[in-house]
């Protein structure tokens, strides 16, 4: 049964919390009272079944249940936890808490609060312990970060479980030391939007002209490494201290305003809108989203394949996820085809026709071997020790189509084997659907002296039992076919 999370308030962080949560599995309920908003998390939700698969490398689990509740209790019902995501007015957010406490009382509460601490939330609760912080960042769908933050009323396990909940759906919970304002975040943020602010005030700087400073330069090494980190490399071979001796009396110069705030008014609101409409008012909102979607998800894929930042959560996540998609795999010989990868077609995977491209094909077919090389013994510790299977010829045949989101089926056929090669045959199925056929030798290979040499007798052991379950099985139909030859 899936889990169950309830989000109040439909805006655009309540509509990314649905998203994150969805795509995760879970079944969500929405309770937002304007009329609106079902069109506008949809449209949210669209969005992120775009992006987020983008960053897995392993199926996403099936979509999670959309509805939308006419009354928060109805909303709540049957569910585990609960993201407050309503305006930042302290009376409505513990209206809210009240309503919720009182359709379920020991539901978990954890609040997109920009600033508010959680002592300040919880006044007047009933259950104070189970109301948390739990601030994301837009959008909530792609970044990980999830800033928790409880006050002395809230037990170790309560923090611990919403940190689990937020890893659960591919989040990095930052749980925050002591109660603070903002946050750690936005208390940064609101340094650098000040200085901002003043610059564009006095006329040092456009809209435009700010924003390409942080995207040309700083913003990507923090989107990397951070501050301190970024500052310990400006620091060369003497590292942060060296940085610390040579800039720290930076400190004392008169380069910021950080303590003097420009006042809000109608000149500087017209100030910024005006020049932030000139910068990017030829694009729609929903078309920036995408825009953005699309480079987040490869900056944060190039960070993946690192196992570095933000990218290393993502790693973990599906690590997490894979065991899941695993199971019911083919263990040992059987008289039958193995079954041994479950897949999905990612949006990664698709060309300018909507359909898998090429490449994903033998992508395909390298993941059911290298599960099957796993399964005789032979995989990546056995090619640290020296030897390896190589791909000797392949013969692919495209029968059928697969489309974004399709889950496909990896299955595997010995053909033949001896002490140094093997012939498999590997269907890929959607369904009951024949997508592809896939034909390949192996070589058995020592890599150091670069030849074909007898593996090892405890791996040619389960490959020859394998090959002994296979041999009284029919060829395959297709097998041993060269390219263009009839069907008959």
Same mark, same amino acid.
């Given at each position: 049964?899936?889990?169950?999370?309830?989000?109040?308030?439909?805006?655009?962080?309540?509509?990314?919390?649905?998203?994150?949560?969805?795509?995760?599995?879970?079944?969500?309920?929405?309770?937002?009272?304007?009329?609106?908003?079902?069109?506008?998390?949809?449209?949210?939700?669209?969005?992120?079944?775009?992006?987020?698969?983008?960053?897995?490398?392993?199926?996403?689990?099936?979509?999670?249940?959309?509805?939308?509740?006419?009354?928060?209790?109805?909303?709540?019902?049957? *569910?585990?936890?609960?993201?407050?995501?309503?305006?930042?007015?302290?009376?409505?957010?513990?209206?809210?808490?009240?309503?919720?406490?009182?359709?379920?009382?020991?539901?978990?509460?954890?609040?997109?609060?920009?600033?508010?601490?959680?002592?300040?939330?919880?006044?007047?609760?009933?259950?104070?312990?189970?109301?948390?912080?739990?601030?994301?960042?837009?959008? $909530?769908?792609?970044?990980?970060?999830?800033?928790?933050?409880?006050?002395?009323?809230?037990?170790? %396990?309560?923090?611990?479980?919403?940190?689990?909940?937020?890893?659960?759906? @591919?989040?990095?919970?930052?749980?925050?030391?002591?109660?603070?304002?903002?946050?750690?975040?936005?208390?940064?943020?609101?340094? $650098?939007?000040?200085? /901002?602010?003043?610059?564009?005030?006095?006329?040092?700087?456009?809209?435009?002209?700010?924003?390409?400073?942080?995207?040309? @330069?700083?913003?990507?090494?923090?989107?990397?490494?951070?501050?301190?980190?970024?500052?310990?490399?400006? @620091?060369?071979?003497? @590292?942060?201290?060296?940085?610390?001796?040579?800039?720290?009396?930076? +400190?004392?110069?008169?380069?910021?305003?950080?303590?003097?705030?420009?006042?809000?008014?109608?000149?500087?609101?017209?100030? $910024? %809108?005006?020049? *932030?409409?000139?910068?990017?008012?030829?694009?729609?909102?929903?078309?920036?989203?995408?825009?953005?979607?699309?480079? =987040?998800?490869?900056? +944060?894929? %190039?960070?993946?394949?690192?196992?570095?930042?933000?990218?290393?959560?993502?790693?973990?996540?599906?690590?997490?996820?894979?065991?899941?998609?695993?199971?019911?795999?083919?263990?040992?010989?059987?008289?039958?085809?193995?079954?041994?990868?479950?897949?999905?077609?990612?949006?990664?995977?698709?060309?300018?026709?909507?359909?898998?491209?090429? *490449?994903?094909?033998?992508?395909?077919?390298?993941?059911?071997?290298? /599960?099957? =090389?796993?399964?005789?013994?032979?995989?990546?510790?056995?090619?640290?020790?020296?030897?390896?299977?190589?791909?000797?010829?392949?013969?692919?045949?495209?029968?059928?189509? /697969?489309?974004?989101?399709?889950? +496909?089926?990896?299955?595997?056929?010995?053909? *033949?084997?001896?002490?140094?090669?093997?012939?498999?045959? &590997?269907?890929?199925?959607?369904?009951?659907?024949?997508?592809?056929?896939?034909?390949?030798?192996?070589?058995?290979?020592?890599?150091?002296?670069?030849?074909? &040499?007898?593996?090892?007798?405890?791996?040619?052991?389960? =490959?020859? /039992?394998?090959?002994?379950?296979?041999?009284?099985?029919?060829?395959?139909?297709?097998?041993?076919?060269?390219?263009?030859?009839?069907?008959?």
């Amino acid at each position: 049964m899936a889990r169950k999370a309830t989000i109040v308030g439909g805006g655009v962080i309540g509509g990314g919390w649905a998203a994150r949560f969805l795509l995760n599995g879970w079944d969500v309920a929405v309770f937002d009272p304007d009329p609106e908003a079902a069109r506008k998390i949809n449209a949210v939700l669209a969005n992120a079944r775009l992006a987020l698969p983008a960053l897995s490398d392993v199926p996403m689990p099936p979509e999670g249940r959309l509805s939308f509740a006419d009354t928060m209790a109805e909303a709540v019902e049957g *569910s585990e936890y609960v993201q407050e995501s309503v305006s930042e007015r302290i009376e409505l957010k513990h209206k809210v808490y009240a309503q919720l406490q009182q359709a379920n009382p020991g539901v978990l509460i954890g609040s997109s609060t920009s600033g508010f601490k959680a002592s300040d939330l919880q006044i007047g609760s009933p259950a104070p312990q189970n109301i948390i912080v739990a601030h994301p960042f837009n959008p $909530v769908y792609l970044l990980p970060l999830s800033e928790i933050s409880g006050s002395e009323k809230n037990t170790e %396990a309560t923090v611990q479980r919403t940190a689990q909940i937020m890893k659960d759906i @591919g989040m990095f919970p930052l749980v925050i030391r002591k109660e603070i304002d903002a946050f750690i975040g936005n208390r940064f943020l609101e340094a $650098v939007w000040r200085e /901002a602010l003043w610059m564009l005030k006095d006329g040092v700087a456009t809209t435009e002209e700010i924003d390409e400073a942080i995207r040309m @330069g700083f913003g990507l090494r923090w989107g990397q490494m951070g501050l301190f980190e970024t500052y310990r490399i400006a @620091g060369g071979e003497a @590292g942060m201290r060296h940085f610390m001796a040579q800039f720290g009396p930076a +400190l004392k110069w008169p380069w910021t305003k950080l303590m003097d705030v420009p006042e809000f008014n109608d000149e500087l609101v017209d100030l $910024v %809108a005006n020049q *932030s409409d000139a910068q990017s008012g030829m694009y729609g909102i929903r078309e920036l989203e995408r825009i953005r979607d699309q480079n =987040l998800v490869g900056f +944060l894929r %190039a960070l993946k394949e690192r196992n570095w930042g933000a990218g290393k959560v993502l790693r973990e996540h599906d690590e997490a996820r894979a065991a899941l998609f695993h199971e019911g795999l083919d263990q040992g010989p059987k008289a039958e085809p193995l079954t041994l990868a479950h897949l999905q077609v990612l949006p990664g995977w698709i060309d300018y026709n909507g359909h898998m491209t090429e *490449s994903r094909y033998y992508f395909c077919n390298s993941e059911v071997a290298d /599960a099957f =090389l796993r399964l005789i013994g032979a995989g990546m510790d056995y090619v640290e020790a020296g030897h390896s299977y190589y791909s000797a010829e392949t013969h692919i045949r495209h029968l059928g189509e /697969a489309k974004l989101g399709d889950r +496909l089926t990896g299955t595997l056929q010995i053909i *033949s084997a001896d002490e140094k090669r093997f012939r498999s045959f &590997v269907r890929i199925m959607k369904g009951e659907e024949l997508v592809a056929t896939i034909e390949q030798l192996c070589l058995h290979v020592d890599m150091k002296a670069g030849r074909t &040499v007898a593996a090892a007798p405890g791996v040619y052991a389960k =490959l020859k /039992a394998i090959a002994d379950a296979h041999a009284e099985l029919p060829l395959p139909q297709g097998a041993g076919r060269a390219i263009g030859q009839k069907k008959g």
